[in-house]
């Protein structure tokens, strides 16, 4: 933590440390009596390893206990109505891709139209409701188009969410067997459809860093069973801020996502080329490990590409890990972006840098203090290969926080040293000038009032 703690206008909630483990892949996914699905609030989390940030947490609690919102049924009657369009799906890969827009494009919706979020929820309804459509009518296209998209959610949904679907679909293969109602209409299926849910990563992985370093994009090899619809998956990663998932989706080849990856990025990926894991190792995977798409931290303002991969990335995730265990590898270990990092040395430099640039003359005891409190500030809660990121994007969360201290000399003294902050970064980054002219504008400009200039981080607010 910052040496120099900082009093707030309103408290600065912070993911803190995380829990280590995964409930999520912990839930047994029983049914309730009645055969009906269990209640899915348990079957989706924030974090790619069943962990709901601190934060996450807290914003639960604030809110309190919540019923379900009377629209959730209507969501999910319209989302069951539009999957549909996943009986034209020919291959497993086509079934996760129109399975995650369908998702994407309600939730979107949902996210944008109600002031409370509902995804717990919404995956629950869903899950009932189809049950419901296959037992009363099972040979009607409606339940057709439901048996498919638990089909979808076995390949893109939690494990535990996957284990949910998957629970309905072989209650429905044992009554086909028997030769009950319920089970009418299951023969028709194509043969792909047995392999959804089989997807696994093969261990090649690729990652892509925009010029500052925060904006990642990890690419890793899928295929399923016998090679079949072999493709890429890629993360797009903002770090910049609270980590979370900006994007993705699956692609033909590293080159194809590489390409997708630069467009949705912007300038400041422009002529990145993707690095396998084998040099940069491990580590850099810290990102999806810390990736916080946790409910309670929903805005509403999400681009709809965060909410096509929403479900689908932390799944990615999951396969990721096993991937590497395979290979004799593994994701990060726990770490603490909140407490496990020392600001000292990153103080020490810069502190060195401003005395320089006054020619030798010390800093005063109100200077030196708000160096240390505006490093804290900034390392805390980011990456630690990011300690050093000045990206525009940074920048305005940085100045959002700054803004919300009690204002102070201190708090007076560190607004006045952020253009030789950002200088002092820029120069040990070793930034092109675009980049460091870049970062100094977007601070000049919100230091005036304005805004961000979109150009960096596209679609993230």
Known sequence: MSPVSRSRKSKKESPGSRRSGNPANRLPGQRAHDGAPAPARGLVSGSPFGRVSALGVLAGRLRGPREAPAWVADVAADLLDGAVILLDAQSPRALEDLTARLFGEHLHRMADKHDETGVAWLLDAVLTLALTRLRTEPDAPAAQA???????LRAIGSPALAHAAEDIIKQQRRSARAGTAAGAGQAAAPDWLAHTGKLR???EVWTIRDVYGARIGVIATTEYPGGLDRAVYLFDVDACAFITIAGGGAFDDVYQAAAAWRTAVGWAADGAQPVTLAETGTEVLRCLREADLSEELIRGNEPRTVWDEWLRSMRRVHDLAAALNRTGRSMPGELSLYHDYDPQPLTAQFTA????????DPLGTVEQNAAAALVGEWLDGMLPDTHLTVSP?????QIELINDWLEDEVTTTVKALL??????????????????DAALTTLATLQAGGTRDSAHCPGIH
């Open 393 to 397: 994007h940074r920048l305005q969360h």
């Open 146 to 152: 439901a048996l498919r998209l638990l089909h979808g």
């Open 353 to 360: 840098y401003l005395v320089q640039l006054r020619g030798g």
């Open 419 to 436: 253009p030789g902050w950002v200088a002092f970064l820029a120069h040990s980054a070793n930034l092109p000038q675009r980049a460091t």
């Open 201 to 203: 990563m093969t261990g």
